[in-house]
């Protein structure tokens, strides 16, 4: 698996960091950031989870 996120269409409104924090964070101006672009197993459905519910599109999650 493969995450990805776009900080260009990011909204910064931190689902991603909720649902699978630990595979994304948010930077001070609240903007994601990828902290397991290849996350561990176990945090592969919450990975996915998070790119359902993303508002912008800007998760992308393949693999
Ligand atoms: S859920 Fe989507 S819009 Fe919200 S912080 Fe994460 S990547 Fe950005």
Redesign the pocket.
Known sequence: MRVT?DREI????????LTAPEV?D?DDD???TVLAAEPAEEDGAAARE?GA????G??RVVG
Do not use: H
């Open positions: 996120a990011c909204v910064g409104a931190g689902l991603c960091a994304f948010q609240g903007v994601v998070a519910l993303c508002p912008s800007a998760v």
